[in-house]
């Protein structure tokens, strides 16, 4: 019904910046809530932000505060994350999540939706 796409990983140095998008087809975005995650093997998938389908609520993870940002253009299906000061623990393949409510959620489980995964690498 969903199918998500995720684009923007690579690699790069500690400090840089980089931007991920994810598109969504198939539905519309207007009554979705949007969520990202990371996981780094070995490790388990890890909450980064989430995003209310209007865009005017938004969640984060008290690690990612400050130097993540996430944003939706409903007319687009797309919803992005911005990073910055990246640090090499911030390696990990990145995900985006679309759950069928209106809400903000923070739990994996409520996730529907999930995209491919983009890889981002950091070094030192």
């Known amino acids: 019904q969903v199918q998500l796409v995720e684009s923007g990983g690579g690699l790069v140095q500690a400090g840089d910046s980089l931007r991920l998008s994810c598109v969504a087809s198939?539905?519309?975005?207007?009554?979705?809530?949007m969520g990202w995650f990371r996981q780094a093997p070995g490790k388990e998938r890890e909450f980064i932000a989430a995003?209310?389908?209007?865009?005017?609520?938004?969640d984060y993870a008290d690690s990612m505060k400050g130097r993540f940002f996430i944003s939706r253009d409903t007319a687009k299906n797309m919803v992005s994350l911005q990073m910055s000061s990246l640090k090499p623990e911030d390696t990990a393949v990145y995900y985006c999540?679309?759950?069928?409510?209106?809400?903000?959620?923070?739990?994996?489980?409520?996730?529907?939706?999930w995209g491919q995964g983009t890889q981002v690498t950091v070094s030192s």
């Open positions: 198939g539905r519309t975005f207007s009554n979705y809530a």
């Open positions: 999540a679309a759950r069928s409510s209106s809400w903000v959620s923070r739990r994996e489980f409520e996730y529907e939706y």
């Open positions: 995003i209310s389908w209007s865009g005017r609520s938004t």
